[in-house]
């Protein structure tokens, strides 16, 4: 079936520091992909998504290109700040009979972003 | 703040009881999901509805069941309750249930079973 990897966690960074968080996907047809963060004791805020292949989301400096050559979406950032510090999921659209979705995610990447 | 609204926010309670979490979607959208987030299980998706019908069944065990009203808030019930249904439960909403279709979080129910 569809299924979702992202690297694994912990990511700890620098203040300023260059981010990638690697996700790739498994799918047949073709989803959407999306990312979402949770911030600590909070529920999920999407931050990007992209449709169609080729697609770039984008979003409070973070980005994210849908590759369907390489099936990826890895998210990234210039310069990451303290408040980044969150879990990030990537995640897929799965379309099922009747046309209707469910999202499948991977496994979360927390990042910590220090001063 | 994503509009979807779930109430309670924690619930202790002990194994063999049951109970009922609820969810009200953002206005206008018409379908509701259910996810589990569990450490050893990640997010898994439970079941959506769509306009009061189900719509898709996922990794949900008999002893759970879920049902949307007429104002389309939704209600999640656990029944006959085990230590390992511990886990925050979110409800996420969409306009419909197009793959394209953002689905927007509510903030979880944080459900512990002694």
């Known amino acids: 079936g569809n299924s979702v990897t992202q690297m694994e966690g912990p990511v700890t960074l620098s203040e300023e520091a260059f981010l990638t968080i690697n996700c790739t996907y498994t799918?047949?047809?073709?989803?959407?992909l999306f990312w979402y963060v949770q911030y600590p004791g909070e529920g999920l805020q999407l931050l990007l998504k992209?449709?169609?292949?080729?697609d770039k989301g984008s979003n409070k400096g973070f980005e994210a290109t849908y590759r369907k050559e390489t099936t990826s979406f890895h998210l990234e950032k210039g310069s990451v700040q303290v408040s980044d510090s969150a879990v990030y999921f990537c995640?897929?659209?799965?379309?099922?009979?009747?046309?209707?979705?469910?999202?499948?995610f991977g496994a979360g990447t927390r990042l910590a972003v220090h001063p | 703040d994503s509009g979807v609204t779930q109430t309670p926010k924690h619930l202790i309670t002990a194994t063999g009881q049951r109970v009922t979490l609820r969810c009200s979607p953002r206005s206008g959208d018409l379908s509701v999901y259910w996810y589990q987030q569990s450490l050893d299980q990640g997010l898994q998706f439970l079941i959506q509805?769509?306009?009061?019908?189900?719509?898709a069944k996922g990794n949900i065990l008999e002893r759970f069941s879920a049902q949307q009203f007429p104002d389309l808030h939704s209600e999640l019930n656990l029944s006959s309750l085990e230590l390992g249904d511990s886990a925050l439960y979110f409800c996420?909403?969409?306009?419909?249930?197009?793959?394209?279709?953002?689905?927007?979080f509510g903030p979880g129910t944080r459900l512990t079973v002694l």
């Open positions: 995640a897929l659209s799965d379309r099922l009979s009747g046309g209707y979705n469910k999202l499948i």
């Open positions: 992209a449709t169609k292949a080729d």
């Open positions: 509805y769509y306009n009061g019908e189900e719509r």
């Open positions: 996420a909403s969409s306009v419909g249930g197009d793959p394209t279709d953002t689905q927007y």
């Open positions: 799918a047949t047809g073709y989803p959407s």
